[in-house]
């Protein structure tokens, strides 16, 4: 045990040496927290609150160019733009706009679009009551003039993202279904000879239903402080791999650990003291991190972190997330033989697991082989603990498997430390 307290003593003692690097290990990962998470708390709200003006030419002015324009101006993510300048658009100008990229959407709703719709609606109707023997009223001379089918134009900037393509699609694909539904429905009421209040019933018999997840009857809505707050948690614990592997390097190279041998200490204790004294440190990171989400976010214009009742289980999540690093950090540190291959490398590798454990990027938006890949990132496992804490009410049990494998981890990279050492030593 005296050589294990030595051991963080002299940890202690390093640290406080390089002061200004201290600084910087916790000082960056809260300029990064803030900083990220006001962009893209802005960027969320801006696309949310501003609405995105669309082009609309209206050949029909008709019930379904009626119905599209309620429908968007209902929606209130849209503007519809039907003049330029001052000059009516027509499909020439609408397409030119687009291309140019001056506006992300036109719509072109054809000529008689309406009527020709429902035309086609009574015929099929006529066709199918005159199978039972009713009248048709149809003239022959209309029936032999086939109504041709007709298209919405839907321009868009090249530059527009596919989601929102497809999104848009749907939308007007819905709401041509309704106006060609209610048509089916008033042809069907005219043949029967009914008039006045419609017969048939046409709201919607299948609706959807969004269930959020709720605690104590409130509804837990993800924003960007409950992503941005565990995921820069977990790359500032993960960046002290730097100056740890930096340490180790260091030690070796000035003669430090030869003498720390020959008292005689147990490479083991070294490496407990290490683990400790950097265990605190990634632990006050952590309570750093929260206090911003909590204290600091509101003045700031950002969601509170809700962390009522939770902060035990991602106190445990940090630990064991630290514990992690920590491991990584040795094993860098011990088979790196220049501060040139431990700094460069410990930096780059940071990065990468960030960047394949869903800090920057989620893991879903990721090609198929990347969401295989990021299932090896010890931060994706630190991350969904968090997410399985903060998002999905979920308790012990729910991110034992996470910590499980951060653990595992944490001794496999020890352990492999420990046996290069040996033999390295031995040689």
Not at 377 to 402: K, Q, T
Request: charged share 20%.
């Amino acid at each position: 045990m005296y050589k294990f307290l030595m051991s963080v003593q002299k940890e202690i003692l390093l640290l406080r040496r390089d002061l200004g690097g201290l600084v910087i290990l916790f000082l960056m990962p809260l300029v990064l927290i803030v900083t990220v998470t006001l962009i893209q708390d802005s960027t969320f709200k801006s696309v949310t609150e501003s609405k995105i003006p669309i082009l609309l030419v209206d050949n029909d002015n008709g019930e379904i160019s009626k119905t599209v324009k309620s429908s968007l101006n209902e929606n209130g993510s849209f503007e519809i733009v039907t003049e330029i300048k001052g000059t009516a658009l027509t499909e020439a100008t609408a397409r030119e706009a687009v291309f140019k990229g001056k506006y992300q959407l036109a719509i072109i709703i054809p000529e008689k679009l309406s009527v020709d719709l429902e035309r086609k609606v009574t015929e099929n109707v006529e066709e199918i009551v005159s199978k039972f023997g009713l009248e048709d009223t149809i003239p022959k001379a209309e029936k032999e003039n086939k109504v041709k089918a007709k298209e919405i134009k839907m321009y868009f900037d090249p530059a527009t993202q596919l989601t929102f393509k497809n999104g848009v699609k749907n939308a007007i694909d819905k709401m041509i279904s309704q106006v060609e539904t209610k048509s089916i429905y008033k042809a069907f009421q005219d043949q029967l000879g009914e008039e006045g209040e419609p017969i048939f019933e046409q709201e919607n018999f299948i609706t959807f239903k969004e269930i959020v997840p709720k605690v104590d009857n409130k509804e837990i809505l993800p924003n960007s402080v409950q992503h941005n707050v565990p995921a820069w948690t977990l790359f500032a614990i993960f960046f002290i791999i730097v100056p740890l592997s930096i340490n180790i390097v260091k030690e070796k190279g000035q003669g430090t650990q030869i003498r720390l041998i020959t008292n005689p200490v147990p490479y083991a204790v070294v490496i407990a003291g290490k683990t400790a004294t950097y265990l605190i440190i990634c632990m006050i990171q952590f309570l750093l991190m929260v206090a911003i989400g909590v204290y600091l976010f509101p003045y700031l214009g950002l969601p509170v972190l809700e962390i009522e009742g939770k902060l035990i289980l991602m106190s445990i999540v940090a630990l064991f997330s630290g514990l992690a690093a920590i491991g990584f950090g040795i094993l860098l540190g011990t088979v790196a033989k220049t501060q040139e291959q431990s700094a460069p490398f410990g930096a780059t590798s940071v990065v990468i697991l960030a960047a394949i454990g869903g800090v920057w990027v989620p893991v879903f938006a990721m090609p198929k082989i990347m969401q295989f890949v990021s299932h090896i990132s010890p931060m994706n496992w630190g991350l969904n603990a968090f997410y399985d804490v903060l998002l999905r009410n979920g308790g012990i049990v729910e991110i034992l498997p996470e910590i499980n494998l951060l653990l595992l981890f944490f001794i496999l990279t020890i352990t492999i430390a420990i046996v290069y050492d040996k033999k390295k030593r031995a040689v």
